[in-house]
Nanobody
Framework: QVQLVESGGGLVQAGGSLRLSCAAS????????MGWFRQAPGKEREFVAG????????SYADSVKGRFTISRDNAKSTVYLQMNGLKPEDTAVYFC?????????????????WGPGTQVTVSS
């Protein structure tokens, strides 16, 4: 059974940084793309960043490009999201997810396993 556990969320002031981690188990981690999504209150879940199975290709939402960096360590079955220059509009619950394939994907329905999420709150 695939399990994902996010960590690293918290409260930070605008301009600050956080690093999210997502530890995965129960599947062949290195065979699948991974993604980070976020959901703010009253809004739909949206794509933040994705990385392919090898870690050699990444994609980002325009709203976080240049500020966030996704990476993965296949030896540790862990994917990371380094978030710099945080803004109040980045406040949301952040979810990691396992993709159905090995590439990078931006659509929610391209992923079939999800973590419970971790709260990120950015104060102004």
């Amino acid at each position: 059974q695939v399990q994902l556990v996010e960590s690293g969320g918290g409260l930070v002031q605008a301009g600050g940084s956080l690093r999210l981690s997502c530890a995965a188990s129960g599947h062949t981690f290195s065979s699948y793309g991974m993604g980070w999504f976020r959901q703010a209150p009253g809004k739909e879940r949206e794509f933040v960043a994705g990385v392919n199975s090898s870690g050699g290709r990444t994609s980002y939402a325009d709203s976080v490009k240049g500020r966030f960096t996704i990476s993965r360590d296949n030896a540790k079955s862990t994917v990371y999201l380094q978030m710099n220059g945080l803004k109040p509009e980045d406040t949301a619950v952040y979810f990691c997810a396992v993709a159905k394939g090995s590439g990078t994907y931006i659509l929610v329905n391209s992923y079939n396993y999800w973590g419970p999420g971790t709260q990120v709150t950015v104060s102004s």
